[in-house]
């Protein structure tokens, strides 16, 4: 019994020698480790400056300056802080890390020669010296874009087209005009930013009667150019009549679905003047292609396809709205690019009514299935139009909110002044989702002048 016992506690008191071992050793290696490892943590405080930026080179933008420098060599240095003054009222500091060796200031209104502070500063907010840097801007953006900026008239007001080519965002044109108590105050306000294409925009809203307006720049900072003014007379727009489009479905036209939902997606939805927040949950207020029913060759390239509207007379075209269908804008048959045609020809409307298109070959595709697009010879190219993405997302990949903004901002394009038109070819030519064989839309709505007003 006592031998059992003894043996018992020769094992205990091994057991409780080992872990002794064990946890010597683990101690001993963290010691070790712990002389080895660099300090982790919060650095400590001093309130010893650090050195001055040296080797500077500067180099004049619009409005201010790159500062190129090289930064001090202590240790705990941080960042570099420039601290100067825009106007005589407005103080303004800008800083940059330690790993970028340039500063970048901005926001001066004119091209005088200015002055800036730079300090290195440490990791414990202590400064340098400050070392004053010299330089002179080159024209400030809002200047370049005022001397640039050329106003014309147009349809239902003026046209704004200007140059931007540095792209700088946040600069507001201020359209000026006189109310009904004659004074001279803003009508519209243009934001230069990515929403704004080949910088050009349409102030609209106006009668065809002489109208004096003025225009000034002005940038974030406050800073403003003179003001431009000028008499101008805008040209005559309506909106066309839905009543008055008449979808012509001719032989070379894409077909019209028939059959899903019991053919509420027909070609007439194109122009009926329904869309949008007027639709049921299925937007049967949409039009949709057929195309997608049609059999045909493996294979087979379906893209361009067309559809053919009347406006009734011919009418001088200044703009179109294109609204997308809420669920299928960017995916499905959801258009991305398409092309404006145009023709008072009317024998190029005979040829293809009531089956009088002769099909090469005898090939008629409503018979065969075999779709490709013919009858585009003798139209005249209007221009080509994208829709966009709010997010800009690639392909048919979208964010939250895309398809709200699609749809609460329907995509408007100008056209070009160019000759009156009658008959409107519409010509998909690519979708946001690949694959596809067919398309579908809300609606289209053309402004303009008819011939006839």
């Not at 002389?35 to 500067?58: L, R, W």
């Not at 003054?85 to 200015?114: M, W």
């Not at 001279?184 to 704004?196: E, G, H, K, T």
């Not at 002044?417 to 009658?422: D, I, M, V």
């Amino acid at each position: 019994m006592e031998d059992g016992k003894l043996l018992k506690n020769r094992k205990v008191m091994k057991a409780t020698m080992s872990k002794t071992i064990s946890l010597t050793l683990i101690i001993l290696l963290v010691l070790i480790g712990c002389g080895e490892e660099e300090f982790v943590g919060q650095p400590g405080t001093d309130s010893k400056a650090p050195g001055v930026i040296t080797d500077i080179v500067t180099e004049p933008i619009g409005g201010g300056a790159i500062i190129r420098y090289t930064p001090p060599n202590d240790e705990d240095f941080a960042y570099v802080e420039a601290v100067y003054y825009p106007n005589e009222n407005t103080e303004r500091r800008a800083t940059s890390s330690k790993f970028i060796q340039a500063i970048k200031v901005d926001g001066f209104g004119t091209t005088d020669n200015q002055k800036a502070e730079i300090y290195a500063v440490d990791t414990s907010g202590n400064k340098s010296n400050a070392v004053t840097v010299e330089f002179e801007p080159l024209t400030p953006p809002h200047i370049a874009i005022f001397e640039s900026l050329k106003v014309t008239d147009d349809f239902s007001g003026v046209l704004l087209d200007w140059d931007n080519e540095e792209e700088v965002r946040n600069i507001g044109i201020t359209v000026l005009r006189h109310d009904d108590f004659g004074d001279f105050v803003p009508y519209d306000v243009v934001y230069d930013d990515a929403n704004i294409i080949d910088s050009k925009y349409n102030v609209r809203g106006m009668d065809t009667v002489d109208v004096e307006l003025g225009f000034y720049v002005k940038d974030r900072w406050g800073n403003q150019s003179d003001t431009l003014r000028g008499v101008f007379k805008p040209l005559f727009e309506v909106l066309i009549d839905h009543n008055n489009i008449t979808p012509l479905e001719l032989d070379t036209d894409i077909p019209t679905e028939t059959n899903y939902r019991n053919g509420n997606y027909n070609i007439q939805k194109v122009a009926d003047g329904k869309w949008g927040e007027e639709q049921p949950k299925w937007t049967t207020q949409n039009y949709h292609s057929e195309i997608a029913d049609l059999e045909s060759e493996e294979g087979l390239n379906y893209f361009p396809m067309h559809i053919t509207l009347d406006l009734s007379v011919e009418t001088l075209l200044s703009r179109i709205i294109f609204h997308s269908t809420f669920f299928d804008q960017y995916k499905q048959g959801g258009i991305k690019r398409f092309e404006l045609y145009g023709t008072n020809d009317q024998s190029l409307i005979d040829r293809e009514t009531n089956g009088a298109y002769i099909w090469p070959d005898g090939d008629d595709p409503n018979i065969t299935g075999n779709w490709r697009e013919e009858g585009m010879d003798g139209w005249q190219y209007i221009g080509e139009f994208e829709t966009t993405k709010l997010s800009g997302l690639p392909g048919n990949a979208v964010a939250a909110g895309d398809r709200e903004w699609a749809r609460e901002n329907p995509f408007e394009f100008n056209i070009d002044p160019g000759t009156s038109y009658r008959y409107i070819r519409f010509r998909p030519i690519e979708l946001w989702e690949d694959g596809l064989k067919y398309m579908s839309m809300a609606e289209i709505q053309f402004f303009g002048a008819p011939k006839d007003k």
